[in-house]
């Protein structure tokens, strides 16, 4: 069996991502393996399609990790920047790298008429075209009976929503998840916020139970896979949710779908305002040069509404 390293150093949703390779590439006889920073390798713990090779910013260019990537029969680049070009100077092999479109995407920021259709996962899929292999673009990741079993003990014996209230930037925040909660539980729903040690002050106060920083990636995957629906931002969690199959609402606030991102219909609701403004940045850095953060303001009875819509059909 040929063995394939897939090279997707980090963030978090780009590395859910990569999923979209696994099925294809162990049904086209490959066996896959993963070089991340930790903790991503952690996603795929209950995963036994692929093998993972954790590594460090520090440890990312030693002697041993570089023995390490030798000599696989094929190598595929999934980040393409500087790194990952100074990876395939020093190990060889034959590469192949997938189409970025880093020069289209800095350029709608600015201007509209570069603001196009675009998936990651589809353009992912772009590099088993050498390899006469296809896969459908619906990221999956496997979690296990007992992990659903185990987290089991932390959630509520009722049908709960998933909320996710953080991302990396302000200009991705929803402000309005408390108002979104308030509905979910007037419906006789429970709310269960997820997200990082940072992402735990964004929830309290707020109606449900907030595990925020309080559980290691793999057993997150787990809680999203029995939570009935995900809401949250335009960030990693997010693409959690969809690997497991569990339908979301996604909302946009300084990015924009056109940067690849975007959930496809079959996967749930996207709700962007389409303002002239959005995208107003690749990642959603720095603070609205209006003040008001106006793309996040979408009427939380709306993003209810949606989220009713998705519920009732489950």
């Known amino acids: 069996m040929e063995k394939v390293?897939?090279?997707r150093l980090s963030s978090l949703g780009d590395?859910?991502?990569t999923s979209v390779l696994l099925d294809p590439l162990v049904e086209g006889g490959f066996r896959p393996y993963l070089l991340t920073f930790e903790p991503y390798h952690t996603?795929?713990?209950?995963?036994?399609?692929v093998e993972t090779i954790p590594v460090t910013k520090g440890n990312l260019f030693s002697r041993e990790t570089l023995k390490r990537l030798k000599g696989f029969d094929l190598y595929l680049d999934l980040h393409k920047n500087l790194r990952s070009f100074l990876i395939r100077f020093l190990t060889g092999g034959r590469w192949v790298s997938y189409k970025k479109e880093a020069l289209r995407r800095r350029l709608s920021v600015h201007f509209k008429v570069f603001r196009k259709r675009f998936y990651v996962?589809?353009?992912?899929?772009e590099v088993l075209k050498p390899l006469g292999l296809s896969g459908d673009p619906f990221p999956?990741?496997?979690?296990s009976k007992e992990r659903l079993r185990k987290v089991g003990s932390l959630l509520p014996d009722k049908d709960f929503v998933a909320i996710g209230p953080g991302a990396r930037y302000r200009k991705k925040i929803y402000p309005h998840f408390g108002e979104v909660a308030k509905m979910l539980k007037d419906q006789g729903f429970e709310v269960v916020w997820v997200g990082d040690t940072e992402d735990r002050s964004l929830a309290e106060g707020l109606p449900g139970i907030n595990l925020c920083g309080r559980i290691s990636l793999p057993d997150l995957l787990a809680i999203l896979k029995l939570a009935k629906?995900?809401?949250g931002n335009d960030s990693g969690i997010l693409h959690c949710a969809r690997a497991v199959g569990t339908k979301a609402v996604q909302i946009y606030g300084g990015t924009h779908p056109t940067l690849g991102f975007s959930l496809y219909p079959e996967e749930g609701v996207v709700l962007v305002r389409g303002l002239?403004?959005?995208?107003?940045?690749?990642?959603?850095?720095g603070n609205c040069k209006f003040g008001d953060y106006r793309c996040l303001e979408i009427d939380p009875e709306i993003v209810f509404e949606e989220s009713m819509r998705i519920l009732k059909k489950a």
């Open 140 to 143: 999956k990741i496997l979690v």
């Open 121 to 125: 996962p589809e353009s992912y899929l």
């Open 229 to 231: 629906l995900y809401i």
């Open 15 to 17: 590395v859910v991502l």
């Open 5 to 7: 390293l897939l090279l």
């Open 276 to 285: 002239p403004c959005q995208p107003c940045d690749l990642h959603g850095k």
């Open 43 to 49: 996603l795929f713990e209950d995963d036994p399609r």
